[in-house]
């Protein structure tokens, strides 16, 4: 297998291993210029994986504090149990929306295989 015929950002040479039947890696292939192109556009529009996990983090803060107050007598249990139950509901939507994201990029990872694919087969040389 060749190396990549690309030119780095900083003016270097590509160094990884070309496709099989291309001169280029899988960043530099013109033919994947538009795949590249949609992936980088999703990058920030979903707000990372890192926001789902900080929510995740100031939820489980927020019940242990709730805890925490019920069991010094600084929250009523009843207030207490309808606010944990409603950071429940928060917690399971947070759940929802992460499996959502994660179905989204899987499909988008079997179409781009596909595609890939239907084009000349498997361009890896496995």
């Known amino acids: 297998m060749s190396i990549c015929s690309g030119i780095r950002a900083d003016g270097g040479r ?3 291993q070309a496709m099989r039947n291309s001169a280029f890696c899988v960043g530099h292939d013109p033919d994947q210029a538009e795949a590249r ?13 890192g926001r ?3 929510e995740l983090g100031d939820i489980k803060r927020r019940l242990s504090d709730l805890a925490e107050d019920v069991l010094e007598g600084r ?11 409603v950071l429940n509901v928060y ?7 992460l499996k959502v994201q994660e179905q989204r990029e899987l499909i988008e990872r079997l179409e781009a295989l596909e595609e890939a694919q ?4 498997n361009r890896w040389g496995a």
């Open 14 to 16: 590509c160094k990884a």
């Open 37 to 49: 192109r949609r992936r980088a556009s999703k990058g920030g529009k979903r707000g990372g994986r």
């Open 52 to 54: 789902p996990q900080a």
């Open 75 to 85: 929250q009523d249990k009843g207030v207490a149990a309808v606010a944990s139950q």
């Open 91 to 97: 917690l399971r939507a947070v759940s929802v929306e």
């Open 118 to 121: 239907s084009r000349g087969g």
